[in-house]
């Protein structure tokens, strides 16, 4: 990096206080937690994109690097739409997804898409961008 140059970090979080399946609520949401629950305990949780959310560890990371002044953070909240088919594609490239057994991740995503069809076919997740910028220290 040049002397003086800036190094930013961008991310996209579920948005803050949403589950790892957006602002489902109601019975959306127990649906897809069931499915969860029965198919794959060891993946539920706080969604692993928080690594670029408000409460991660990003602005720490820069400062304990000792290699860059104090990181500016700014958000962008967007949302989308998914259908059922772009929804269980999405989840087709999750790690935590990708990681599980073939097997088991297909009772997962039929449990998963049954849930959705359920319940209107398809799931608003709203999303924050980060951005963390901070320039080299002298």
């Known amino acids: 990096m ?21 602002d489902t609520g109601g019975r959306l949401r127990e649906a897809l937690d069931d499915a969860h629950a029965r198919y794959a305990p060891s993946i539920q949780g ?45 989840m087709e490239t999750h790690s935590d997804h990708r990681l599980l057994p073939a097997e088991q991740r297909e009772r997962l995503h039929d449990a ?11 799931i608003k997740v709203s999303y924050e961008a980060n951005l963390y910028l901070a320039k080299l220290a002298p």
């Open 2 to 22: 040049r002397p003086g140059g800036s190094l930013a970090v961008i991310g996209n979080a579920v948005g803050v206080d949403r589950c790892p399946h957006g």
């Open 46 to 90: 706080p969604p692993v994109t928080g690594w670029y959310a408000e409460q991660g560890p990003m602005p720490e990371l820069f400062s304990d690097s000792g290699c860059f002044g104090t990181a500016a953070a700014r958000r962008y909240p967007w949302s989308y739409h998914y259908d059922t088919s772009e929804y269980m594609g999405l």
């Open 112 to 122: 998963m898409a049954r849930a959705l069809e359920r319940f209107g076919g398809g």
